[in-house]
């Protein structure tokens, strides 16, 4: 089973509103990592927020973390149609660990 | 800076044949990653490179992957006898540090077995 999930498999908004997609995870982690995927390119890293973070910002972005439930959640607010991507949590389980482990992703559309 | 770059982009292959895929880390990280994405599968870690050592291969198939870093600008990833399973999308990333705290990613080589 997957150490790090997304919850759904897709999301549809429309242009101007907020999105929000969730993460389990099933290890202990030093920190947690969400990256964003757009057609025909690699992940890009949008926030790293370590384990004694609640809360990080990157602009429109917003990345939660709590460690109790392990979970986490990554909202954007006022989506653009470049937004659409597939949106991937990520984890590295343990102290000293390399190997990112990744969620299945959670594909969003946002459409005009 | 350029990013993680890969080649090629494309590689079309028939079954049986090797191919070869090469990835240029970006200057100065430390770590180099290769990662095989299908879309059943997902992102699924093949191995790792510490300073150019290969300190992690447990996701590589073991008869007919390797992967080796000759040099701090590249890595290459060889499939041997390839198979339609192993078509997939295969990415390089690179990272400044040991952690994996933060991975750069290239564009990726599709490889397609016919």
């Known amino acids: 089973s997957q150490l790090a999930e997304e919850n759904l498999w897709a999301l549809s908004v429309h242009e101007g509103e907020s999105v929000t997609v969730n993460c389990s995870y099933k290890t202990s982690i030093t920190a947690l990592q969400w990256y964003r995927q757009k057609s025909g390119e690699g992940p890009a890293q949008l926030i790293l927020?370590?384990?004694?973070?609640r809360e990080k910002r990157n602009g429109r972005l917003r990345a939660t973390l709590d460690t109790s439930s392990q979970s986490s959640s990554l909202s954007i607010t006022a989506t653009r149609c470049e937004d659409t991507a597939v949106y991937f949590c990520a984890t590295v389980p343990g102290t000293g660990g390399y190997k990112v482990v990744f969620g299945s992703g959670t594909r969003l559309l946002v459409s005009p | 800076n350029a990013g993680v770059i890969q080649t090629p982009r494309h590689k079309v292959t028939g079954k049986g044949q090797e191919a070869t895929l090469w990835c240029e880390p970006i200057s100065g990280h430390s770590a180099v990653f290769w990662y095989r994405q299908t879309i059943v599968q997902g992102l699924e870690f093949l191995t790792y490179f510490r300073n150019q050592a290969p300190i992690d291969d447990s996701g590589m198939p073991k008869e007919r992957f390797s992967a080796q870093m000759p040099n701090q600008s590249h890595s290459t990833l060889k499939i041997q006898s390839t198979q339609p399973q192993d078509s997939a999308v295969y990415l390089c990333?690179?990272?400044?540090?040991?952690?994996?705290?933060?991975?750069?990613f290239g564009e990726g080589s599709r490889l397609i077995v016919v």
């Open positions: 990333a690179s990272s400044l540090d040991y952690s994996g705290n933060t991975l750069y």
């Open positions: 927020i370590r384990s004694n973070e």
